[in-house]
């Protein structure tokens, strides 16, 4: 797994940490200062961001938990799985397309980066050279023929 992912997620939950237990609480305590909390617009916004914050601080430990069960031992060597470059001929477009699979947070469909959980990467996943696929995307179906993999194990040894 890249490590620059992790160390992105981490760096936000710590910077989520920090506000969720040293920034709020100041901002809450202010804006009890001010009095009625009924009509206290500092207090409420400060209230809906502690949620936020925390809902999102949940988020991110789910993913870096996740993140970390990945076993890269476990990518097939033969099959497209996560980190392959594949080379596909769109049926209907004609014309080749070329992608890697990335996780969530690197997915960059313009530079060609789509995510293993995207309907392309999931409909690819575990396919090989000469296979044909549909796939339901947003679009419509789209029917693609795999002309070229290269997992993330022939790209290391590159």
Same mark, same amino acid.
């Given at each position: 797994?890249?490590?620059?992912? *992790? %160390?992105?997620? %981490?760096?936000?939950?710590?910077?989520?940490?920090?506000?969720?237990?040293?920034?709020?609480?100041? &901002?809450?305590?202010?804006?009890?200062?001010?009095? =009625? @909390?009924? #009509?206290?617009?500092? /207090?409420?916004?400060?209230?809906?961001? %502690?949620?936020?914050?925390?809902?999102? @601080?949940?988020?991110?430990?789910?993913?870096?938990?996740?993140?970390?069960?990945?076993?890269?031992?476990?990518?097939?060597?033969?099959?497209?799985? /996560?980190?392959?470059?594949? *080379?596909?001929? =769109? *049926? =209907?477009?004609?014309?080749?397309? $070329?992608?890697?699979?990335?996780?969530?947070?690197?997915? $960059?469909?313009?530079?060609? @980066?789509?995510?293993?959980?995207?309907?392309?990467?999931?409909?690819?996943?575990?396919?090989?050279?000469?296979?044909?696929?549909?796939?339901?995307?947003?679009?419509?179906?789209? #029917? /693609? $023929?795999?002309?070229?993999?290269?997992?993330?194990? $022939?790209?290391? &040894?590159?």
């Amino acid at each position: 797994m890249p490590t620059s992912i *992790v %160390q992105k997620l %981490q760096e936000e939950i710590q910077a989520l940490e920090h506000e969720l237990n040293h920034e709020l609480p100041k &901002e809450l305590k202010r804006a009890r200062a001010l009095g =009625d @909390l009924s #009509e206290n617009a500092e /207090f409420h916004m400060a209230k809906q961001r %502690q949620d936020y914050v925390g809902a999102r @601080l949940s988020q991110l430990k789910k993913r870096l938990a996740e993140l970390s069960l990945v076993n890269l031992g476990n990518i097939p060597k033969d099959k497209i799985a /996560f980190g392959s470059k594949v *080379v596909l001929y =769109d *049926v =209907d477009r004609e014309a080749e397309i $070329e992608y890697k699979l990335v996780t969530s947070e690197e997915a $960059e469909v313009s530079k060609g @980066l789509i995510s293993t959980t995207s309907p392309i990467g999931r409909g690819l996943m575990g396919k090989k050279i000469g296979d044909s696929v549909r796939i339901a995307t947003p679009n419509g179906v789209r #029917e /693609f $023929e795999i002309r070229a993999v290269q997992t993330i194990y $022939e790209q290391s &040894e590159a």
